[in-house]
């Protein structure tokens, strides 16, 4: 079965940078599509970035255009959040999730569109 670890949250000042992990295992990796949510406190859990298989970025919040980037490492099966100059309000759990490929027209911007999800990892940002 398909499984994702995320690693690399942690407590950091505004202004810092981050950079979170994805490790995938099972299926085949570079059919899926990746996204990154997060869920802020007392918020919904909504899309942060998404990068299909071909790395070509397809989507970035506008709250987070210009800040963070997606990628990803077909050979060894991972993706990555580079998060720069951090907020307050970038606070949440940061979730990286994954699903096939439909060949179908689609965004990939909801969190209903995913089959497998990591565990999530905690990013609080101090001012």
């Known amino acids: 079965q398909v499984q994702l670890v995320e690693s690399g949250g942690g407590l950091v000042q505004a202004g810092d940078s981050l950079r979170l992990s994805c490790a995938v295992s099972?299926?085949?990796?570079?059919?899926?599509?990746i996204g990154w949510f997060r869920q802020c406190p007392g918020k919904e859990r909504e899309v942060v970035a998404v990068?299909?298989?071909?790395?070509?970025?397809?989507y970035y919040a506008n709250s987070v255009k210009e800040r963070f980037i997606i990628s990803r490492d077909n050979r060894k099966n991972m993706a990555f959040l580079q998060m720069n100059s951090l907020k307050p309000e970038d606070t949440a759990v940061y979730y990286c999730?994954?699903?096939?490929?439909?060949?179908?027209?689609?965004?990939?911007?909801?969190?209903?569109?995913?089959?497998?999800w990591g565990q999530g990892t905690q990013v609080t940002v101090s001012s």
């Open positions: 099972g299926g085949t990796f570079r059919n899926y599509v």
């Open positions: 999730a994954a699903t096939p490929t439909t060949g179908l027209p689609a965004d990939y911007r909801g969190f209903e569109e995913y089959d497998y």
């Open positions: 990068i299909r298989g071909t790395r070509v970025v397809s």
